[in-house]
């Protein structure tokens, strides 16, 4: 059974920096994409960044280009957010996310994964 597990979240000060991490199990590194999302309070999700099954592309929201960066360990099975520069607007509740579409990272059409982590907080603020 595929499961994800995000850890990393926090309470961090503006301009700081937090490395999210979201550990699969239940299947093979690279067999699925994995997306990162984001809710906050009364606002709708949105989806963040994206790593395709390959690992050749990399999917930035516009929020968060220049200051995220999505990576994999494929050895621990484990997708990486780093999140620098972090401004008062990031925060929310990240979500990663998997999904076996070869296409998925071009929209990061949430509707389109298919197996869900529980969330980790992420706030900032001074």
């Known amino acids: 059974q595929l499961r994800l597990v995000e850890s990393g979240g926090g309470l961090v000060q503006p301009g700081g920096s937090l490395r999210l991490s979201c550990a699969g199990s239940g299947f093979t590194s690279g067999s699925y994409a994995i997306g990162w999302f984001r809710q906050a309070p009364g606002k709708e999700r949105e989806g963040v960044s994206c790593l395709s099954r390959t690992g050749s592309t990399a999917a930035y929201a516009d929020s968060a280009k220049g200051r995220f960066t999505i990576t994999r360990d494929n050895a621990k099975n484990t997708v990486f957010l780093q999140m620098n520069s972090l401004k008062p607007e990031d925060t929310a509740v990240y979500y990663c996310?998997?999904?076996?579409?070869?296409?998925?990272?071009?929209?990061?059409?949430?509707?389109?994964?298919?197996?869900w982590g529980q969330g980790t907080q992420v706030t900032v603020s001074s």
């Open positions: 996310a998997a999904s076996r579409s070869l296409v998925v990272c071009r929209t990061l059409d949430a509707p389109r994964f298919d197996s």
